[in-house]
């Protein structure tokens, strides 16, 4: 009988710069639904942010109910598929993003007719305020960017160990990035600098809790990525700016 010699899992160490790497990525039968799920939730935060819920004595935007799953997401790409790939999909997200707040600037801004009485209803919805929009796109990217090059930084530091370290330190850093630039560009000399930080430390609580309670599931779904995908990244001579779109030079 004939043994198979394929390995369970292909360690890649960078694939920008391995043969291996380019030869296994048409193989890949989960990254392109992992595109689809990161963007679609960054898309649909975005757009049920308009409305408050209210959560003891803290008032939150409902997108905060579906976006720290983005960061879940963003840790799945990074672990299992390396920095390179979850770089461009961090940018398709952002390209998404500009697309839909682009898209209902002009959709609202185009004239009704006379039988439609929901104008001030819908501009009030998905109407985006340029402010918030800047503000919001860019804790995204500087979020987004930290999380995966410090979860990639740290699976090369620990030789692949402790990957529940990995998930949360990125989180907690990431998460700290996103959400008090968003802050502090949204309502910085408009709300009171304790509002601020009131709010502040309020939404980073909730969405390092959620991603917390997460972790045993996220532990679980990379896992099993890795063993379908027969794939294990490590980010080794890997170029971290974010400022390149191929995975290989």
């Known amino acids: 009988m004939k043994k198979n010699s394929t390995p369970p899992f292909q360690r890649v160490a960078n694939p920008e710069t391995s043969q291996l790497a380019s030869d296994t990525r048409a193989q890949f039968q989960y990254l392109d639904i992992f595109t689809g799920l990161f963007v679609a939730t960054l898309i649909i935060s975005n ?36 920095f390179a790939r979850a770089r461009r999909v961090i940018w398709i997200g952002f390209a998404s993003n500009v697309l839909m707040v682009c898209t209902y600037w002009i959709v609202i801004a185009l004239p009704p007719p006379a039988f439609w009485p929901n104008q001030s209803a819908y501009a009030v919805t998905l109407g ?46 990431g998460q700290a990035v996103d959400t008090f630039l968003f802050v ?29 309670a997460a972790t045993p599931f996220t532990y679980a779904l990379i896992r099993h990525l890795k063993r379908v995908e027969g794939f294990d990244h490590f980010d080794v001579h890997t170029e971290f700016s974010p400022f390149r779109w191929e995975v290989r030079p």
């Open 47 to 82: 757009t049920t942010s308009a409305k408050p819920w209210q959560l003891g004595p803290f008032v939150l935007p409902s997108g905060s109910v579906l976006f720290p799953l983005s960061y879940l997401f963003g840790d799945v790409l990074t672990e299992v598929y390396g």
């Open 128 to 173: 985006q305020v340029p402010r918030i929009v800047l503000a919001s796109f860019s804790g995204y990217l500087a979020g987004e960017f930290t999380n995966s090059i410090v979860l990639a930084k740290m699976k090369v530091f620990t030789g692949g160990r402790h990957l529940w370290a990995r998930v949360l330190g990125s989180t907690v850093t």
């Open 184 to 212: 502090t560009l949204a309502f910085g000399n408009v709300w009171p600098p304790k509002s601020i930080w009131l709010v502040g430390v309020s939404l980073y609580s909730f969405k390092v809790l959620y991603e917390a």
